[in-house]
């Protein structure tokens, strides 16, 4: 599944009688494929980014299954990010089916362009061999974690295994 989720964190002081903090959360989710802008809103402190690649497309043998496509990584980060930023967005579209090429990472960045979250995406297959997994090695993030290895196809029976 490819997604992208940006949550803000909004901290607001009330000072009636006694001092207090109110924190109030909020997310919003990007999970269709494709660019986006999001502008750090007036009452933002902290921005909790983070980022899923997208997953490789499984493959077909002779119209019977084949292996499972991998996983994208994921990769996270808390970031002060000022008020009236723009971040763009790309949340990478999954790998069409029995293709081996990699599917695309999704990320978030600043208009400098400075990559601030990336995920990269999982490898596709073409045959009964399973898909990698999107590397967090090769992922931008305080937190970040490989996608899961697709399954092995056996090929037959229009059995198809599944993916990472």
Same mark, same amino acid.
């Given at each position: 599944?490819?997604?992208?989720?940006?949550?803000?964190?909004?901290?607001?002081?009330?000072? =009636?009688?006694?001092?207090?903090?109110?924190?109030?959360?909020?997310?919003?989710? &990007?999970?269709?494929?494709?660019?986006?802008? &999001?502008?750090?809103?007036?009452?933002?402190?902290?921005? &909790?980014?983070?980022?899923?690649?997208?997953?490789?497309?499984?493959?077909?043998?002779?119209?019977?299954?084949?292996?499972?496509?991998? /996983?994208?990584? &994921?990769?996270?980060?808390?970031?002060?990010?000022?008020?009236?930023?723009?971040?763009?967005?790309?949340?990478?579209?999954?790998?069409?089916?029995?293709?081996?090429?990699?599917?695309?990472?999704?990320?978030?960045?600043?208009?400098? =362009?400075?990559?601030?979250?990336?995920?990269?995406?999982?490898?596709?297959?073409?045959? $009964?061999?399973?898909?990698?997994?999107?590397?967090?090695?090769?992922? $931008?993030?305080?937190?970040?974690?490989?996608?899961?290895?697709?399954?092995?196809?056996?090929?037959?029976?229009?059995?198809?295994?599944? /993916?990472?």
């Amino acid at each position: 599944m490819n997604k992208f989720l940006v949550s803000l964190i909004f901290a607001i002081l009330v000072l =009636p009688q006694s001092v207090s903090a109110v924190i109030t959360a909020s997310s919003t989710t &990007y999970s269709t494929a494709g660019f986006f802008t &999001y502008v750090v809103s007036t009452n933002s402190c902290e921005q &909790y980014i983070a980022t899923w690649g997208a997953g490789g497309g499984g493959g077909i043998i002779n119209n019977n299954g084949g292996g499972g496509g991998g /996983g994208g990584a &994921y990769a996270s980060s808390t970031l002060n990010i000022a008020v009236g930023t723009s971040i763009r967005l790309v949340v990478g579209a999954g790998g069409a089916r029995d293709v081996a090429a990699r599917a695309a990472s999704s990320t978030a960045s600043t208009t400098v =362009p400075a990559l601030l979250v990336g995920a990269e995406g999982g490898v596709g297959t073409t045959n $009964t061999a399973a898909g990698a997994g999107g590397l967090a090695n090769s992922s $931008t993030g305080t937190t970040k974690n490989d996608g899961g290895t697709g399954g092995v196809g056996q090929g037959t029976n229009d059995t198809g295994a599944g /993916g990472g």
